[in-house]
């Protein structure tokens, strides 16, 4: 479902990141609206510690999917598979705040796991061996844009843990879309360049936003979130490795990319790499 968001993102590269994010975030709250009155319960428990950890997870979610978002309308810059596998140094980053913040374990198996599953990704996105960045200013800022998003993804991770041991699942979806509104509006009217007229919006545009608010929105984050409250984060973060193998796939449909033997068998391996990953976990 993230391959296919990322394939509509792309197509709406004409308008700004930050208004995209602003207004993906309004329709996927007003999907939830006649909902939110059932955990009101839930929010009235909540401590201000719990709130400021929502509000750091407002600001890390908004600043991740702004600058994936950045990073993917770069299109003449960096292609869709680079993007996909930026978006796997995400573990490294989750690891270590999930040892420091939430004092989770990390043994010598798991990391030999982890880095296999880095390298199979790696040649899922790169099946000729090598990147082909061409170090341009453009490409360079492009890399730079995935890299902070997979860096505030990691963030969002630790945040919604937190969140998720005194809330459930889906009352951390609407705490979670809510609060990047305003943050996401705070991004579009202090950053340049990222206002945007919404009469300047085609049908069309308008329909690629209602599908990422509603199914790789709300959906997607409802069963994301279900999973993440009975995983630990480095485990849910390699989970996420299925993401290059769907992209693959994706572009292969939609864009003509074909898939390679090298591609098939990096795909192979990672799959059985998170199951390995998840089994791991269950039994520990």
């Known amino acids: 479902m993230w391959s296919i968001d990322a394939l509509l993102r792309r197509s709406l590269h004409q308008i700004p990141p930050a208004t995209i994010v602003f207004l993906e975030h309004i329709l996927r709250t007003l999907i939830l609206l006649p909902f939110i009155s059932r955990f009101k319960s839930e929010f009235k428990k909540l401590t201000r510690r719990d709130w400021l950890n929502v509000i750091g997870l407002g600001i890390a979610a908004a600043l991740s999917i702004t600058m994936y978002t950045a990073a993917l309308a770069k299109i003449q810059f960096i292609k869709f598979s680079v993007v996909a596998l930026l978006q796997q140094t995400q573990p490294v980053f989750t690891v270590l705040l999930a040892i420091i913040i939430l004092k989770e374990k990390v043994n010598f198996r798991y990391l030999g796991l982890a880095v296999l599953a880095l390298v199979s990704a790696y040649f899922l996105s790169f099946p000729s061996f090598q990147p082909t960045l061409l170090y341009s200013q453009g490409e360079l800022t492009a890399v730079l844009l995935a890299l902070g998003a ?3 993804w990691a963030i969002n991770i630790i945040f919604s843990k937190l969140i998720l041991k005194k809330v459930s699942y889906m009352a951390a979806a609407v ?10 509006l705070i991004f579009s009217l202090a950053l340049p360049n990222q ?3 919404l009469a300047a919006i085609n049908p069309t545009q308008w329909l690629y936003l209602l599908i990422m608010a509603l199914f790789s929105g709300v959906a997607l984050f409802a069963l994301y979130y279900k999973g993440l409250q009975h995983t630990e984060a480095k485990v849910a973060t390699f989970a996420e490795f299925a993401y290059p193998l769907s992209a693959a796939v994706i572009g292969f449909i939609f ?5 390679t033997g090298i591609q098939w068998l990096a795909g192979g391996i ?6 390995v990953l998840s089994l791991t976990a269950k039994k520990s």
Do not use: K, M, Q
């Open 150 to 152: 997979s860096f505030a």
């Open 175 to 184: 705490l979670r879309f809510a609060i990047v509104i305003p943050i996401a």
């Open 195 to 197: 206002t945007y007229s």
């Open 255 to 259: 864009l003509g990319e074909r898939l």
């Open 270 to 275: 990672l799959l059985t790499d998170i199951l």
